[in-house]
C-alpha cells in the first residue's frame, strides 16, 4: 500500500517542531524580542500562498473575490516581510560590540 | 518549473528559516542569521512565482500589492521608536493572521488553483487544513488586535472580566470543533463563514480578561499562533516551507509564552484565563496604613552612588513608559568615569514582551556584556553597594519570597533587599501591578525618589558631575 503525501508532510512538520524546540532554547534571553520579530518575518512566507491565490485563474478575470483576496493577504504579508526583517536588522544593529568606554 | 524542483527549493527556503533563528543564538552572529532569513524569504517568493508561470495580467497587480505592502513595511521598521516594540510585533500578529485567513478563503472560493479539488468537493484533508489555519489565524487577528490596542494605551490595560466568560469561551471553541464537522461532512459554505466569525469572537475574547503586565504571556502566545496558523495553510497549500516555519514559530512562541509563565511562577492557565490584578486591587486599598518611608533627592543619591564601588541597575517598564534609556546610560557614564562598577539585572517578565528591556538598552548603546540575567546577577546583589531601581516594582518584592499568602508568591525576584541601600525611583507610591504594597519601600536602607525616571536620572547625572 502507498502511503499518504500527507504522512510525509506530517513528519516534516512534527520533526521541525523539535527543531524549533531545540534550535529557540539556545537562543541567548537578550535577543528575545528580535526573535519575535523574525520569527513574525519568516511566518510571512505564508505570502506564497497568497500569490498563488493572487495569480490564479483566468487572465481575462483579475478580479474575481478570491484573486483579490489573494491581493489584500500579499500586500499584509509584505508589509510583515519588509518590516519584520528590517526592524529585526535594526535592532541587531544596536548589539554590535562596542568599544569599551576610554 | 516542476513541482519537484520548487519542493526542493521550499525546502531549502525552510532551512535557512532554520539557520535565521540558530542564529540568533549569540549578537555575533545575529545579523548573519537574519540575512539567512532574507535569503530564504527571497528563495519562496521567487520560486512560487517561478512555478505559477502563467504571467497574466494579474502578475501586475500582484506586483503593486507586494509593493505598497513593502513600503509600508519598511517606513513602519525605519519609523518606529524601540520603546514601541512590543505594540508593534502585536500588530504584525495580526497582520499575518489576517492574511491566513484571506488565503485560506481564497482557497476555499478557488479550490482549483489550489489543486484542492472543486468548489462543493474539496479534499476532505484540506478542508479540515483550511478550517483549522481559518480559525486560528482569525484568532490571531482579532486577539493581537486586542493586545495592540492595550498595549498602545488606546484601551484600558485592566483586565475585563464578567460573569460566565470562561463557559462562553468553552462554548465558543466546541462549536469550532462542531463547525469544522458540519462544514466537512456537508460541503456548505456558510459553515465555513461561521466558523470564521467565531473565531474572529474566540480572540476577542481570549484576550480581554488578560491585564496590561501579562502582555508578554500574551504576545508570545500570539506569536505562537500566527506560527500554527501558517503551519495549518501549509498543510493545504502542501508547501514545505510553510510547514517547516509554521513550527518554528509556533513552537518558539510556545517557549517564551513558558520562560514568561514561569518567569511569574504562575502557570499558563492562569494567565490565559484572565483577570489577575483585578480582584487584589480592592483588598490592598482597605489596609491602606500610611508606613513611613525615606524620601530622597537627586542630591542624596548622587551622594549614594559616588560612594559605592558597585551599582546594579534594575530597570522596568517605568524606564520604557518615560523613555529614560539614553539618560540612564549617560548616568551610568558618569558613574563608570568614577571608577565605579556599574551592572543591569533583567528580570524575565520586566516590560511588555520578552527581552524588551535589552532591547532599549542596547538601543541606548549599553553593552550587552553588562547586562546579566536574572539567574546570572541574583547573588551578586549581596556585594552590590548600591541598587538603582528604575521603573520596577513587583520584580523586586521580598514578599515573593516570605509570604505564602501574597499573590506573587514564589515569583522569582530580583533579590534587590540585600544591596547595602536601594533607591527606587517611581512616581509615587501606588502599588504595582499585581496590587499588592513593595515591602521594599519601608526597608531602612531603601530611599524612595519620588520623581518622573528619566527626570531623575538626568537630575542625579547633573549632581554627579558637580
Sequence with gaps: MEIDPFIFRLSIFILSIFIGYYVVWSVTPSLHTPLMSVTNAISSVIIVGAIIAGLAGRSDNVFTVSNILGFLAISLAAVNIFGGFLVTQRMLQMYKKKKKDK | ?466
Aim: hydrophobic share 50%; charged share 15%; aromatic share 10%.
Design chain 2, 1 to 466: 518549473m516542476s513541482a519537484n524542483l520548487s519542493a526542493i527549493f521550499y525546502l531549502i527556503s525552510g532551512f535557512l528559516f532554520i539557520l535565521a533563528l540558530r542564529g540568533l543564538s549569540s549578537p555575533e552572529t545575529s545579523r548573519q542569521g537574519n540575512f539567512f532569513g532574507i535569503l530564504g524569504m527571497v528563495i519562496a517568493i521567487t520560486v512560487t512565482f517561478l512555478s505559477v508561470g502563467s504571467f497574466s495580467i494579474g502578475l501586475i497587480y500582484v506586483l503593486i500589492f507586494l509593493l505598497v505592502g513593502g513600503l509600508i513595511g519598511t517606513f513602519i521598521a525605519y519609523k518606529i521608536p524601540m520603546t514601541a516594540m512590543p505594540e508593534l510585533v502585536a500588530g504584525f500578529h495580526s497582520l499575518v493572521g489576517l492574511s491566513a485567513v484571506f488565503v485560506a478563503i481564497s482557497a476555499f472560493l478557488n479550490p482549483e488553483a489550489f489543486n484542492l479539488g472543486s468548489p462543493g468537493d474539496i479534499k476532505l484533508a484540506s478542508l479540515i487544513e483550511m478550517s483549522i489555519g481559518a480559525a486560528v489565524g482569525a484568532i490571531t487577528f482579532s486577539g493581537s488586535i486586542i493586545a495592540f490596542l492595550k498595549l498602545q494605551g488606546i484601551m484600558s490595560g485592566s483586565p475585563i472580566t464578567f460573569k460566565g466568560q470562561h463557559f462562553l469561551n468553552a462554548l465558543l471553541l466546541i462549536s469550532i470543533i462542531i463547525l469544522t464537522y458540519l462544514l466537512c461532512s456537508s460541503q456548505i459554505s456558510n459553515f465555513f463563514w461561521i466558523l470564521i466569525a467565531v473565531s474572529f469572537l474566540i480572540g476577542f475574547l481570549l484576550i480581554i480578561p488578560i491585564g496590561g503586565a501579562d502582555m508578554p504571556v500574551v504576545i508570545s502566545m500570539l506569536n505562537s499562533y500566527s506560527g500554527w496558523a501558517a503551519a495549518g495553510i501549509g498543510f493545504t497549500l502542501e508547501n514545505t516551507a510553510l510547514i517547516i516555519t509554521g513550527a518554528l514559530v509556533g513552537s518558539s512562541g510556545a517557549i517564551l509564552s513558558y520562560i514568561m509563565c514561569k518567569g511569574m511562577n504562575r502557570s499558563f492557565f492562569n494567565v490565559i484565563l484572565g483577570g489577575f490584578g483585578a480582584t487584589k486591587q480592592s483588598a490592598s486599598t482597605e489596609n491602606k496604613e500610611q508606613r513611613p518611608v525615606k524620601n530622597g533627592n537627586a542630591e542624596d543619591a548622587a551622594f549614594l552612588m559616588k560612594n559605592a564601588s558597585s551599582v546594579i541597575i534594575v530597570p522596568g517598564y517605568g524606564m520604557a513608559v518615560a523613555q529614560a534609556q539614553h539618560a540612564l546610560r549617560e548616568m551610568v557614564d558618569t558613574l563608570k568615569k568614577n571608577d565605579i562598577k556599574v551592572t543591569y539585572a533583567i528580570h524575565p517578565v520586566a516590560g511588555r514582551m520578552p527581552g524588551h528591556m535589552n532591547v532599549l538598552l542596547a538601543e541606548a548603546n549599553v553593552p550587552y556584556d553588562e547586562v546579566f540575567e536574572l539567574e546570572e546577577i541574583n547573588n551578586d546583589f549581596a556585594n552590590a553597594d548600591v541598587a538603582f531601581v528604575i521603573g520596577a516594582n513587583d520584580v523586586t518584592n521580598p514578599v515573593a519570597k516570605t509570604d505564602p499568602q501574597s499573590p506573587i508568591y514564589g515569583m522569582p525576584v530580583l533579590d534587590v533587599e540585600k544591596c547595602k541601600s536601594v533607591l527606587f525611583v517611581k512616581r509615587s507610591l501606588s502599588p504595582g501591578y499585581a496590587g499588592i504594597d513593595n515591602e521594599l519601600f519601608y526597608k531602612d536602607n531603601t530611599l524612595m525618589l519620588f520623581a518622573d525616571a528619566k527626570k531623575m536620572t538626568e537630575d542625579i547625572t547633573k549632581n554627579l558631575k558637580n
